[in-house]
């Protein structure tokens, strides 16, 4: 009870508070390395990482104590999705384009409709997740205080093919509009003006 939690992120903290509202999550800045040694260091009892960014830098998960499901701790828009910009005149835009994983790409465009439609962006506790199995489309979504005081918890599904992109835009802004009915956007704008509590 009472423990030091460390996170960059409104969205982390308010999802922790949700099942420990005990916990004490204080802002944790500066790279991985400088992170994980506040940890070391005692400035925190415990810090939340990304696991991409563990994997990543090649470091190692000795010190990972727990992974988070999704149950627990949902992402936020386009996480762990990679993207590639180009010109469309460029003698290398059709082989790059082979690469696009469709299901990634569905996914990714549904979560943005969804935090468009709510006018909300990186830097407020928004937590979205679109998955596409067997040509159903699963979307999940959280918003709230970074406290944890105020949650709006919903879910979504819908059979949709994968190349119809607008469909699923559309299912995330439908999913937007029940959190709006809701008093999303005014949830959001008292999150905004709220730090690490």
Excluded: W
């Excluded at 180009?86 to 969804?114: G, K, N, Q, W």
Aim: hydrophobic residues 45%.
């Amino acid at each position: 009870q009472g423990a030091k939690v460390g996170t960059t992120s409104l969205r982390r903290s308010m999802q922790i508070k949700k099942f420990r509202p005990d916990l004490d999550t204080l802002s944790l800045r500066g790279n991985v390395q400088t992170r994980l040694q506040k940890l070391r260091d005692g400035v925190f009892d415990a810090i939340i990482l990304a696991q991409a960014g563990i994997k990543r830098l090649g470091l190692s998960t000795n010190d990972v104590a727990y992974i988070a499901p999704l149950a627990f701790m949902i992402p936020a828009m386009g996480q762990g999705a990679l993207g590639i910009e180009m010109r469309s005149d460029s003698a290398y835009f059709d082989t790059i384009t082979r690469l696009t994983h469709a299901p990634t790409a569905l996914c990714v465009s549904v979560e943005r409709a969804f935090v468009r439609e709510l006018e909300g962006g990186c830097q407020v506790p928004i937590g979205v997740y679109a998955e596409y199995i067997d040509q159903n489309l699963y979307l999940k979504a959280i918003v709230g205080l970074p406290d944890g005081s105020e949650i709006i918890e919903e879910h979504l599904q819908g059979k949709i093919a994968l190349a119809d992109i607008r469909a699923g835009e559309n299912l995330g802004r439908t999913l937007a509009q029940r959190f709006i009915a809701k008093g999303a956007r005014e949830l959001l704008t008292r999150a905004q003006k709220m730090a690490f509590v």
